[in-house]
């Protein structure tokens, strides 16, 4: 196992994962970066082993910061 993917093990990718959608951990990974939900049919987009990568999280976090401040 190299360096890099020793994080996160061989769960990265064959593990499940949960839905930020229905909450159900049926996420799977169908191919690099691309992750689909078994019960709710939902495909979506992160990264290579996980389902949310940190730039994402923190582009989230701007966004809802945003948002709180255009509705005060």
Not at 15 to 36: E, P
Not at 51 to 71: F, G, Y
């Amino acid at each position: 196992m190299s360096k890099r993917t020793k994080k996160v093990g061989i769960s990265g990718k064959y593990g499940t994962s949960t839905c930020t959608f229905c909450g159900k951990d049926n996420v799977r990974r169908t191919s690099v970066g691309i992750w689909s939900c078994k019960s709710c049919k939902k495909t979506m987009a992160g990264g290579a082993y996980t389902v949310s990568t940190p730039a994402a999280a923190a582009m989230r976090s701007t966004l809802r910061r945003l948002r709180e401040i255009a509705d005060v």
